[in-house]
């Protein structure tokens, strides 16, 4: 199954939950690709598989096999897809491509069968990063951060999805909504709560992921926070969402 993480706007937490549920899963046994579309690389990073010889875009510009960009994280079952700073030239570099967003489904669909899930970090952008991430996946995951305007820029994505839903991928779903950065304390957190909960409904995970320090830590030591430090209540938050992240693919009967 392949799923995409998105959200346009910026550091809502997408590569923190990339990077994780990613890992709670490989922790579990589950084969695990993450596949890094972002040109700031970050979730590349946050595993020290940064190269850019090996990087996504070296294998749309056919340099490299897909197959051969593949690079084993220091996590057993979970590989990684490096992206790099070229990867922003592809936005226009493909423009005129007709394929240009159905170029990662082809390239995917060669190595999806060797993976239960595959991930695929996206860029604060709806361009053709996103795009074709999404037409290359089954599910779509969107962070939420519990900020002022967070809700703001859902509809705008919800759009886009239906737009890429009607013309480039059929079998597009939602698979949730999940709140990050969330802060008992303050009460904005829970109203912005409380108005996804109403809005989306059942599509917004039970559990929300906590303003956590060690979460924004762990990538400077090139860990994800659940090898970082397993106790910390980030990683706590995202093994419980982990579960329930498998629960809705058994419910909903995708896997
Ligand atoms: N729950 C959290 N608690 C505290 N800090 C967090 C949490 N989630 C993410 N962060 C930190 O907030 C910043 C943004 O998070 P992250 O990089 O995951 O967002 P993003 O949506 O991928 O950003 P971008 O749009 O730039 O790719 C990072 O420094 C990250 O370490
Ligand atoms: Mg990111």
């Given at each position: 199954m392949v799923i995409t993480i998105a959200?346009?706007?910026?550091?809502?937490?997408k590569t923190t939950t990339v990077v994780n549920l990613a890992t709670a899963l490989a922790s579990i046994d589950k084969k695990v690709l993450i596949i890094d579309?972002?040109?700031?690389y970050n979730s590349s990073m946050s595993f020290n598989a940064y190269d850019s010889k090996l990087s996504i875009y070296r294998v749309f510009s056919n340099e490299v096999n897909i197959r051969d960009a593949i690079q084993k994280s220091q996590i057993p079952h979970l590989d990684v897809i490096s992206a790099c700073e070229?990867?922003?030239a592809a936005e226009y570099e493909l423009?005129?491509?007709?394929?240009r967003n159905t170029l990662l489904k082809n390239y995917i669909s060669e190595i999806?069968?060797?993976?239960?899930y595959i991930f695929i970090d996206t860029p604060p952008t709806l361009g053709l990063l996103t795009v074709s991430s999404l037409t290359a996946s089954d599910e779509v995951l969107i962070p939420v951060q519990c900020?002022?305007?967070?809700?703001?820029g859902l509809s705008k994505l919800i759009k886009t999805i239906e737009l890429v839903k009607s013309?480039?991928?059929?079998?597009?779903?939602?698979n949730g909504i999940i709140l990050t950065?969330?802060?008992?304390?303050?009460?904005l957190s829970s109203l912005i709560e409380r108005e996804a909960r109403e809005y989306f409904d059942t599509n917004v995970y039970k559990f929300n992921v906590p303003r956590n320090v060690t979460l924004s830590e762990a990538p400077s030591h090139g860990l994800p926070a659940i090898i970082y430090d397993l106790k910390c209540s980030g990683s706590q938050a995202y093994i419980a969402l982990a579960k329930e992240f498998l629960e809705r693919g058994s419910s909903n009967g995708s896997q």
């Open positions: 959200n346009q706007k910026g550091g809502v937490g579309m972002d040109p700031q070229d990867l922003a423009a005129d491509d007709d394929n999806k069968d060797n993976y239960e900020e002022f305007f967070a809700l703001e013309n480039l991928n059929i079998n597009l779903k939602l950065m969330y802060d008992r304390r303050n009460s």
